[in-house]
């Protein structure tokens, strides 16, 4: 055993230790990721090709122009949606917080920070709900496309489609990640994680909750910056 | 408590590093903004700049998605099998982003050519239409359904 001691590095699938260094759950909820990844990437490369094959395509700055509460005909584009990519970004940071909280078996701040993500997560939702609302009642659904081209020619319900569907599967996502979030605080508040001694469960919530995040990245692009 | 050593002995730069990537990328979100407002300006008709901006926008999108992924999600830090075995298997997308836009954007250029009623259509200027009647496209049928 003195050789796989002085060249650790070189010997991983030597056997005698884990190759990967981290438990089951983690490695599998990265790989349930990597697999998730595949299927926001599936929706949005065919929105692409999709954008790539039409002539027109409708202007983000024209559609996604309207704030909460400002009067009507207000042109702020842009503003309503950098709002929620701060809010998504900013309740990332608090379960990291609450993820370092655990190594150091600090309940209070676990508890704390996890809050603070949850409250995040439901303000993300309720802008996008406002934003659905809003669209909705502006005339754009599935099959149906209020909005011209860019360059004023007709729009084909392509855009709302695509739109409403990854927008949609994202807040879904959201969504399971606040639920999961909750769950994680009122194990945390009963003392689960103190009784097992470790707030690993904690991390694997928390990879979940950064995913969402990084999906938000992607679409905030696609849709409403380019 | 041989799990919590071990991920304390590999956990990076604890609360110093996080409110780095925070500034990072708060600061890579401000820019991607400022870019996105000054494209409203930027007339159709330049096409060059605008592409050239929103590539600029798709590489500052990867370095947020690199920072996220390598710092919040912690993969930086885990042991370089793992790395591999999550990131060889995302290098797909490169081909498939490259494959698909390309296809796509073939299709358009052969419709364009060889489809005359495809091109009158998508380049015909129309009236945008007013508040609440999207999809009628005869105006016929707003009337008719005025005078009921």
Redesign the interface.
Known sequence: MATTATAPTTKSWGGGKSPFNVEYGKVMMWYFLMSDAFTFGAFLISYGTIRFSTNGWPDPNEVFKSFPFAPEGMNAPLVFVSIMTFILIISSVTMVLAVQAGHNMDKKGVVKNLIWTIIGGIAFLSCQAWEWNHLHHEGAWWGSNPFLNHDGTASSTNFTNYFFTITGFHGFHVFSGVIINIIMLIMAVTNKFEERGHYLMIEKAGLYWHFVDLVWVFVFTCFYLI | ?S??A???EH?GG??KE?IKI?VY??VL?II??L???W??DIP?TSVGLRMGL?GA??IL?MA??FY??AY??HLKH??K??IMT?VV??AL?IW??IA??Y???S??NL??TYDPYF?E??????E??E?????KHEEGKVEEKAAH
């Open positions: 408590m799990h919590t071990e991920h304390n956990a604890g609360t996080v925070t990328l708060t979100t991607e903004l870019i996105g407002f494209m409203i159709l929103k926008i798709v999108m947020k998605a996220i992924v919040f999600m885990e042991m099998n793992l999550i298997p995302l997308f498939f982003i698909f836009l296809d796509g954007n299709f358009k419709r364009n091109k259509q998508s380049t015909k200027k129309v945008k239409k508040h609440g009647a999207a999809g």
